[in-house]
């Protein structure tokens, strides 16, 4: 089992950048498959990227492609999510997730398609 969160949220203009980090306390942090989802006011919850056990693969929403980046260090158990380039419609509680699948992380897109979630960070993008 694995307990995540998240921090690093905050307000920012449009044009600008977020770091978001995901800690993660548990065992085996290295094993598991990663992800990060947002979710709007109104709006179901949404795939944003993914990233495998080992880093050495990463699949990305298209909304985000060329202006997020998502990696990891299992030395520090912590996931992370670079936001470039925000728009006001990037505005969401962002979380992260983590599962021991081991399929291909291109199809880890679906909410159901991971055990353990955390709180959720706020990232609010002003135009």
């Known amino acids: 089992q694995v307990q995540l969160v998240e921090s690093g949220g905050g307000l920012v203009q449009a044009g600008g950048s977020l770091r978001l980090s995901c800690a993660a306390s548990g065992r085996s942090f290295s094993s598991y498959s990663m992800g990060w989802f947002r979710q709007a006011p109104g709006k179901e919850r949404e795939f944003v990227a993914a990233i495998k056990w080992s880093g050495s693969s990463t699949y990305y929403a298209d909304s985000v492609k060329g202006r997020f980046t998502i990696s990891r260090d299992n030395a520090k158990n912590t996931m992370y999510l670079q936001m470039n380039s925000l728009k006001p419609e990037d505005t969401a509680v962002y979380y992260c997730?983590?599962?021991?699948?081991?399929?291909?992380?291109?199809?880890?897109?679906?909410?159901?398609?991971?055990?353990?979630w955390g709180q959720g960070t706020q990232v609010t993008v002003s135009s």
């Open positions: 997730a983590a599962d021991l699948a081991t399929r291909p992380i291109a199809t880890m897109v679906r909410i159901g398609d991971y055990d353990y």
